[in-house]
T-cell receptor, first 113, second 110 residues
């Protein structure tokens, strides 16, 4: 079955530390890939997206993600986390030829001062 | 400001009551979606509309109906609310390059 997996439900990092959030998908072909962020009580905001081409994509707020076809992964990274990055992060895919995005269950990030 | 507008932001219903959640976008997007978000379950697709005049079921359509009134508006109706429909509901629109989400409707059914 098609799925998106975010294996880490919660992650805690210290401010200034690096961050990597994991996302794996299972589809026959490479889908369109997205990362969203949701601050408490807010809707979801698009951080970055991958359609094709360069496998390292840059997004807003200093985030980047790397697509690895061999691992079916699209991990989100940030070199130095800020307290304002505390939020929930969702990976999503849009399988080719469809209109239905599939979301992972999210990773909640806590940042320690 | 351009974006997706949802109304109301908060609602409390009694079991068996009906209501309609409204959603409008001003980005001329063809596709619109309704999701529900529950703790530990991420976002689950209720219904979507790939273009004006079409609607399709998503992952969890039972207990809901939708209307794509025109290109801008996509409403979600609960005919007979149940406590299991207590959730946060998000509307989104897309033109294939990622969603734009509304700010959500927090619905409680008692």
């Amino acid at each position: 079955a098609q799925s998106v997996t975010q294996p880490d439900i919660h992650i805690t990092v210290s401010e200034g530390a690096s961050l990597e959030l994991r996302c794996n998908y299972s589809y026959g072909a490479t889908p369109y890939l997205f990362w969203y962020v949701q601050s408490p009580g807010q809707g979801l905001q698009l951080l970055l997206k991958y359609f094709s081409g360069d496998t390292l994509v840059q997004g807003i707020k200093g985030f980047e993600a790397e697509f690895k076809r061999s691992q079916s992964s699209f991990n989100l990274r940030k070199p130095s986390v800020h307290w304002s990055d505390a939020a929930e992060y969702f990976c999503a895919v849009l399988p080719s030829g469809t209109y239905k995005y599939i979301f992972g269950t999210g990773t909640r990030l806590k940042v320690l001062a | 400001n351009a974006g997706v507008t949802q109304t109301p932001k908060f609602q409390v219903l009694k079991t068996g009551q009906s209501m309609t959640l409204q959603c409008a976008q001003d980005m001329n997007h063809n596709s619109m979606y309704w999701y529900r978000q529950d703790p530990g379950m991420g976002l689950r697709l209720i219904y979507y509309s790939a273009s004006e005049g079409t609607t399709d079921k998503g992952e969890v359509p039972n207990g809901y109906n939708v209307s794509r009134l025109n290109k801008r508006e996509f409403s979600l109706r609960l005919e007979s609310a149940a406590p299991s429909q207590t959730s946060v509901y998000f509307c989104a629109s897309s033109e294939g390059a990622g969603y734009t989400f509304g700010s959500g409707t927090r619905l409680t059914v008692v």
